[in-house]
Structure formats: C-alpha cells, structure tokens
C-alpha cells in the first residue's frame, strides 16, 4: 500500500524553521508500505526556511501578516495529485500545521494556542476520501502496518 506522509516526518528539512523529524511509528511501516513525501508548503512555491504561518478564518497568515493562502492551496493541489497518482487512500501527516494538522491547528494568533480544524491539505484529503492520520496517533499508525485499514 501507499501511503502519502509529510515530508518533514521523514527526516526533510522542510519545516518553516528549516528542520526535518522523524516519526518512529512510521519506521515500520517502511518495511511493508511505500511511503509518499509531500510538503505542500514547497510545492506551493514557498522557500525553506519561511516566516511562521497559521490558519484563521479560512485564510493562512504569515506572522508578519502576509497572506499565503493560495500557496498552500496550490501545493495541497499538487500533493492531491500525488495521492491520486500513487493510489494513497491514507495520509500520515505533522499534526498542528496550517497546511497538514488534522483535528487540531494553530489558532492564528501565533501564542501558541490551538483550535479545532484542519490544515489546507489535510481538509482537501479528507473532502476527496482520503483517511489522514496525525503524527501521534501511533496506534491507528500501528493498524497500518498490520494491515488493519478502519479507523480505531
């Protein structure tokens, strides 16, 4: 199975401060699964690293107040194309971003506060039937890897 997973997660240092991660629940899913990159945020031409972005209202805003909205529907767009492409009917993705989180996002003040909702890709696989998974949900990660395919 494919699936489609931040890039950032992977080890790319693609975050907005220049940074990657890694996820340990995702080592081993490598073994029996290919794993996708996507970073919506370069696909949508933004730079690495970039000013810190949030969602509010429907709009994504940089910290110093730029609006980068239609960079991030762009690279969610070609991420979407991605999934369809390679087949990903699951996405494991950076929980709290403006473009990936799932459930939970910054809440665009940038005080660290959180609201619920979903970043722009993450809201875009989900409105084309793909199930997203965040990054520290390690047991509906674990059921991948054992083949189990229903939400836990």
């Known amino acids: 199975m494919n699936i489609l997973v931040s890039a950032c997660l992977l080890g790319v240092r693609c975050r907005y401060d220049g940074t990657g991660g890694s996820c ?7 073994e029996s699964h290919h794993l ?8 949508g031409g933004l730079p690495t690293p970039r000013i810190p972005a949030e969602r509010r209202d429907g709009r994504v805003m940089t910290k110093d107040g730029r609006d980068v909205t239609q960079q991030y529907e762009r690279g969610a767009g070609e991420a979407l194309r991605l999934a369809a492409y390679f087949n990903c009917s699951t996405a494991v993705l950076k929980e709290k971003s403006p473009a990936c989180g799932c459930g939970s996002i910054h809440d665009g003040s940038f005080s660290g506060g ?3 909702g979903d970043g722009v890709l993450a809201q875009l696989l989900k409105e084309h039937g793909i199930r997203v998974i965040g990054d520290t949900c390690t047991e509906e990660i674990a059921g991948l890897r054992h083949g189990r ?3 836990l």
């Open 24 to 30: 340990e629940a995702l080592d081993g899913l490598r």
């Open 114 to 116: 959180m609201t619920d």
């Open 36 to 43: 996708i990159p996507v970073c919506p945020e370069v696909y």
């Open 149 to 151: 395919t229903e939400e």
